[in-house]
C-alpha cells in the first residue's frame, strides 16, 4: 500500500490507544469525543484530498527512494518544484478544512532530518541517515500519519536544559541501552499527534558541549508505552462539547486547531528510530532547517489558505447587510487580500529559490530570507485581515444569541426579525458564527506564535540581509569612495 484512503485512516484511528486526557476525562476512542474527533476529520481529509484526480499533482509526489507514488507530506523535496508543490499542498489544506493539517510538521520534520543525517554520516561516520532512509519507506509504504513535536517547556528561560530546578521541562536521555534509548520530559504546543500513526520529535533549539541527552531526534509510535497527551482546552473546546449539533459550530466539521502536552515518562525509543543522538553540534543545523521549511509553509500558504476562507466569509456578510458596494467596505477587503497574497507571494519565492542543502545531499530546501518575509507578513498582515472581518461583519459577530434559537417557537420569530436583512437571518448568523470562530478564537496567536514568534524572523533578517553590500550599491551611485 502506497496511498492510504480517508476510510482506511479512519480505520486505523479507531484501533489506536494513546493515553489521552482531556477536561478531566480519559478519552478511550477519538471518533467518540467532540473534540478529538474533529481533528482526526481533519486528518481524514487531507487523506481524502490525495484520494482526488484533480489534486494529484499537489497531493501526491513519486519517492526517491522507491519511485512510487506516495503523499506528499511524507516527500523529501528533491528539486524546487517539490518545493513550490510543498507550499501549494499547505494552501490547499488549509482552504479545504479551515484548521490544521496536522501531518504539517511532521513533513517539514522529516526534511531537515532527510538534510541533517546526511550531513553527520558524512562528518561522524554514523549511520543515522541509514536508519532514517528505512523508517521514512516504512512510513511512505504505509501512509502514516506522522506529526512533529519540537518545542520543549522550557521551565525558567533564564537557565539552561540542564540548570533547570524541574528536569523534566526539556525532553531528555535518561538511559542508553544497547538497543535504544530511554527518554524523558515535555513536549509542549503540539499540532495532532493524537490522530497521528507517528510523531518525529527534534530538538526544542540549538545546544551547547555538555548537553548531549537533549540533543536528540527520533520518531515515536502513538500509542507508545510511558507517553500522555494532555490536550488543550478553552472555550471553543466546551462549546463543541455542549453543542447539540455540530452545525451550530463556526468550524462544524474540523474545528479548531488541537494541540496537545506531550509527557514522555521514560518511554523506550530502538535504535532504529532514533535519527540524532548526542550531537549537539548538529541540533541548531536541525532546528534551522525545519524552521526554514516550515515559516514559507506554515506562514506564506498555510495561513493564506485560512485568509481566503476569511475573505470569502466577510464579502458573504457584507452582502447580507446589502453594504457590498460601499467604497471603504471594498477597500477594507481589497486590503484583506493584498496582506495574503503578499505572504503568497513570498512563500512562492521562498520555494523558487530554494537549493540543495547541504550540497551532495540531495534535499531541496526553501530560501531563508523569503520563508521569513512570507511568516513575519502574515504575522502582522493576520490581524488585520481579522480586524477588517470584525468591522465588516459587525457586533453581531460576538453578541449573536445561539443559531438554534433562531427555530425557537418563542423567540425565534423575533430573531427572525431582528437579523434579517438583505438576506435571511440565518444565512446572516450563520456566517456571523463562521467569523466569530476566526476573528474571536485562537487563530490570531496561533499565527503569531507558529513557526516562531515574529521577534525570531526579525532577528532572522539582520543575520539574512547582506547590508554592506546595500551601503556599497548606494555608494557607488552617489560616486562616494570607500574608505
Known amino acids: 500500500m502506497a496511498l492510504k484512503t480517508a476510510k482506511q485512516y479512519l480505520d486505523d484511528m479507531n484501533k489506536l490507544v494513546p493515553r489521552v486526557y482531556i477536561a478531566g476525562k480519559w478519552v478511550k476512542n477519538l471518533l467518540e469525543h467532540p473534540v478529538t474527533r474533529s481533528m482526526v476529520m481533519a486528518n481524514s481529509m487531507i487523506y481524502g484530498l490525495a484520494e482526488d484526480e484533480k489534486n494529484k499533482g499537489v497531493m501526491v509526489a513519486k519517492s526517491h527512494l522507491t519511485g512510487e507514488p506516495v ?52 562528518a561522524l561516520g554514523t549511520k543515522y541517515n541509514e536508519r532514517f532512509n528505512k523508517w521514512l519507506a516504512y512510513a ?73 541527552p537533549f540533543a536528540l531526534a527520533f520518531a515515536v509510535q502513538n500509542s507508545a508505552p510511558g507517553l500522555t497527551y494532555v490536550c488543550q482546552y478553552n472555550a471553543y473546546s466546551a462549546e ?55 515559516r514559507m509553509n506554515c506562514g506564506g500558504a498555510c495561513k493564506v489558505g485560512f485568509a481566503d476562507l476569511i475573505i470569502g466569509g466577510t464579502m458573504l456578510a457584507a452582502e447580507y447587510i446589502g453594504v457590498e458596494k460601499v467604497p471603504h467596505i471594498q477597500e477594507k477587503i481589497i486590503d484583506m487580500v493584498r496582506f495574503s497574497e503578499t505572504s503568497h507571494a513570498c512563500a512562492i519565492a521562498a520555494a523558487m529559490r530554494g537549493r ?92 503569531w506564535h507558529g513557526a516562531g514568534a515574529p521577534q525570531t524572523q526579525r532577528f532572522m533578517f539582520t543575520v539574512l540581509t547582506d547590508f554592506e553590500a546595500k551601503k556599497k550599491m548606494a555608494k557607488k551611485l552617489m560616486g562616494m569612495k570607500d574608505e
Open 140 to 212: 511512505q509504504a504505509n501512509d502514516l500519519a506522522v506529526s512533529g513535536a519540537i518545542t520543549d517547556a522550557k521551565g525558567d528561560r533564564r537557565k539552561r536544559p540542564s540548570q533547570q530546578e524541574e528536569p523534566d521541562t526539556f525532553l531528555r536521555m535518561v538511559e542508553k541501552r544497547d538497543d535504544g534509548i530511554v527518554v524523558r520530559g515535555i513536549k509542549v504546543s503540539q499540532s495532532g499527534a493524537i490522530g497521528s500513526h507517528e510523531t518525529l520529535v527534534l530538538p526544542g533549539g540549538g545546544l551547547k558541549e555538555g548537553e548531549e
Open 240 to 294: 463543541r462539547e455542549a453543542v447539540d449539533s455540530e452545525e451550530e459550530l463556526g468550524n462544524p466539521l474540523y474545528g479548531q486547531r488541537e494541540t496537545s502536552t506531550m509527557y514522555f515518562d521514560n518511554v523506550f525509543i530502538p535504535w532504529e528510530r532514533v535519527f540524532h543522538c548526542g550531537e549537539t553540534k548538529y541540533s541548531g543545523k536541525i532546528v534551522t532547517r525545519f524552521a526554514k521549511a516550515h
Open 356 to 447: 540543495e542543502e547541504p550540497k551532495g545531499s540531495g534535499v531541496f530546501l526553501p530560501d531563508d530570507l523569503f520563508g521569513n518575509a512570507a511568516k513575519l507578513n502574515i504575522a502582522h498582515g493576520f490581524w488585520e485581515i481579522m480586524k477588517n472581518a470584525g468591522d465588516i461583519g459587525g457586533g453581531l459577530v460576538v453578541t449573536m444569541p445561539r443559531l438554534k434559537d433562531l427555530k425557537d417557537p418563542q423567540v425565534g420569530p423575533m430573531l427572525q426579525k431582528a437579523f434579517g436583512a438583505a438576506a435571511p437571518a440565518e444565512k446572516r448568523m450563520k456566517v456571523a458564527k463562521f467569523l466569530q470562530h476566526w476573528t474571536a478564537g485562537l487563530h490570531g496567536p496561533g499565527t
Open 71 to 122: 503523499n506528499r507530506n511524507l516527500n523529501v523535496a528533491r528539486n524546487i518544484h517539490d518545493l513550490d508543490m510543498r507550499q501549494e499542498m499547505a494552501l490547499l489544506t488549509s482552504q479545504t478544512v479551515g484548521t490544521c493539517n496536522y501531518r504539517c510538521v511532521g513533513c517539514d520534520a522529516l526534511n531537515s532530518l532527510a538534510a541533517s543525517t546526511w550531513e553527520m554520516d558524512q
